[in-house]
């Protein structure tokens, strides 16, 4: 019989889409078996993607708003809803996302996620009761405070004032006041769509494993993790909540912990979400592999990011799991123990990281050939 791969990798950053990487996966797949059967199922985790995942997926309408992007500029974004007409979906990287800000430019202390908010006030404002926020894929450490600004929420200094925008505000925080909330805010469901499992503040919190992809030095980390850490303790005398903890309250640079505190929002498995969606389980059950991509795989993607969910979901059927990435860093090698069983760079020779995504799709369909071929050999008769 001939082999049945299930193709699902998420979008490569700043590359190409989860679609451009599924085809392109694919193509590699068929150049080394031509007779392979490919299942393609596009990912998103709660990051890049997931708006188009939930809602191309289901039939639903997309709606463009002008919003305030990380930086304080004006960007438009896109939110939408899913074709039951009632679920709205925000993607929390179309309005406060790394890809939205150059290089040069990214810093977590000021960016802001106030435009993330502002899609969720639209959605409110439009009647829409059952909201789905996708967390992935930031450029904030701010957690969540811009999001609930934007939703009416104050978070005032000693002295009575209001903070300034960004995560390094937040070492002045001293109350806050919830008492313009969004009406609707106490009749919706909030459903965070996380991508990672990380706490609020520590070692494996917000600043310390996400910062630096977001233009943290060391001594940022440092000053981020211990005003989240100010921030968890104004959240806690004041709204009598405990969200340093909590797994995915440092998704998205804490917005996990700003929704739980401000929405009452349930955290929930990104990737967990998307699959159910898109009947994963159903398509993968009788494969013969399963071969997820990622931009970078490191120590952080062990915190169920995609891969981690797919691979999880696929040892659950006994169908093994080969993860094509653009990158390897430090602690990738961890993955094996999550249910990874083997993992290609697909880089072929040095090169700089703007050839490398200008190159993705080349990269992947060459990467994915030479995998396959390995699997195909080690399974002939």
Known sequence: MPLRIVVAPQAFKQSISARAA???????????????????IPVADGGDGTLAALIDTTGGRYFTEEVTGPLGDPISA???????????????????????????????????????????????DAGYTRIIVGLGGSATNDGGTGMAAALGARFLNASGDPLPP??????????????????????????????????LCGDTGASAI????????????????????????VIRSQLGLDVVD???????????????????????????????????????????????GEGRADRSTAFDKAPVGIARRSRALGVPTLLL??????????LYQHGIDAIIPIAEEPATLESSMQNGAELLQRAAERAVRLYALGHSD
């Open 22 to 40: 599924a085809i392109a996966i694919q193509s590699g797949v068929l150049s080394a078996v031509p007779d392979a059967e490919t299942i393609l």
């Open 78 to 124: 896109q939110w939408g809803v899913m074709g039951d007409h009632r679920t709205a979906v925000i993607e929390m990287a179309l309005a406060s996302g790394l890809a939205l800000i150059p290089d040069d430019r990214r810093d977590p202390r000021t960016a802001t996620t106030y435009g993330t908010g502002q899609l969720m006030r639209a959605a409110l």
């Open 166 to 199: 960004g995560g390094a505000a937040l070492s002045n925080l001293h109350s806050i006041d919830t008492s313009g909330l969004h009406p609707g805010i106490a009749g919706a469901t909030f459903i965070g769509a996380t991508d990672v499992t990380n706490p």
């Open 210 to 233: 996400f910062g630096p992809q977001k233009g943290a030095t060391p001594e940022m980390v440092q000053e981020l993790d211990a005003c989240l850490a100010n921030f968890a303790q």
């Open 246 to 292: 909590t797994a995915g309250a440092g998704a998205a640079g804490g917005l996990g912990a700003g929704l739980i505190a401000f929405a009452h929002c349930d955290l929930r498995s990104g990737i967990d979400m998307v699959c159910d969606a898109l009947d994963f389980d159903a398509n993968a059950a009788n494969a013969d592999l399963v071969i997820p």
């Open 325 to 334: 990435a653009g990158s390897l860093g430090e602690g990738y090698d961890a």
